[in-house]
């Protein structure tokens, strides 16, 4: 395993420490209306980038025991002993990683949209769209949707991907997270190598009813490495839980949280 780097974040709020992980191409900018929300008032909410996004350090090994191992330091060197982690979709791959390399430092888990297990690759048409983009001569950014126009056809999820290009103090613009590090070490993100060990920590699972990431028989799976794992489906929603039903899915997360770390 490499060298554990330090993180980038944003934090919000006061009171019980409360970690975000976001999901791949995403940063912990997409989470922000989440982390600045009346359901999470009574915590202290830290945003973070995951190596190889957002504005955190770039590398070439991306494992998800890698990443792990980069937010467990980030938050040591905040002198956060103990918190409460949710991550979503890769972030929450990552979160279950910690549990079982530091299980000491949970207070609780709440995994949106992913289950313990290895995934088809189903982006290796973004990855493909996103590195044949030509940034060189580039003068704004309804040319780069443009390009990846052709190959993605939802505005929304080019307006996401996009938010990982930033302009130079040149006028030109650039990547802004490591994606041929990314590229290469996606077969790993997407695996998951099952742990000897079980974990007893706290945690919820959320889905999106209309997503298919986590699947009925999941649920037996989740529980023989979770065995106090509780279930919540978020109706109209797809893996994008936080962003299509917002409301709801801040009733379920507060409700957890609160239960689990303030009684």
């Not at 944003?10 to 970690?19: C, T």
Request: include cysteine; proline fraction near 5%.
């Amino acid at each position: 395993m490499g060298f554990a780097m330090k993180l980038h974040f944003e934090k919000f709020g006061s009171g019980y420490p409360l970690v975000i992980l976001h999901g791949l191409f995403g940063s912990g900018q997409n989470w922000r209306s989440v982390a600045k929300s009346e359901a999470l008032k009574d915590f202290t909410v830290y945003a973070l980038d995951l190596r190889n996004h957002g504005l955190s350090p770039h590398a070439v090994l991306c494992s998800l025991s890698e990443m792990a191992a980069d937010v467990i330091d980030t938050l040591e060197e905040l002198k956060e002993k103990q918190f409460l982690l949710l991550g979503h979709s890769l972030g929450g791959k990552v979160a279950m990683q910690i549990a079982f390399q530091s299980p000491q430092s949970l207070a609780g888990l709440i995994v949106v949209d992913i289950a313990p297990r290895s995934y088809p690759p189903g982006h290796l048409g973004i990855l493909d769209a996103l590195q044949r983009l030509n940034l060189v001569g580039v003068t704004n950014r309804g040319e780069l949707d443009s390009q990846l126009a052709h190959a993605i056809k939802e505005p929304s999820l080019r307006h996401f991907l996009l938010k990982n290009i930033a302009r130079t103090d040149n006028g030109t613009f650039e990547w802004t997270i490591g994606l041929e590090h990314i590229a290469n070490a996606y077969p790993e993100m997407i695996d998951f190598h099952a742990p000897k060990t079980t974990s007893n920590v706290s945690a919820l699972f959320v889905r999106g009813a209309n997503s298919n990431y986590i699947l009925d028989s999941d649920f037996e799976l989740i529980r023989s490495f979770f065995g106090e794992a509780e279930f919540v489906d978020i109706p109209d929603a797809g893996h994008w839980v936080h962003a299509e039903q917002p409301q709801a899915f801040l009733d379920k997360i507060g409700e957890f949280a609160h239960a689990t770390c303030l009684p």
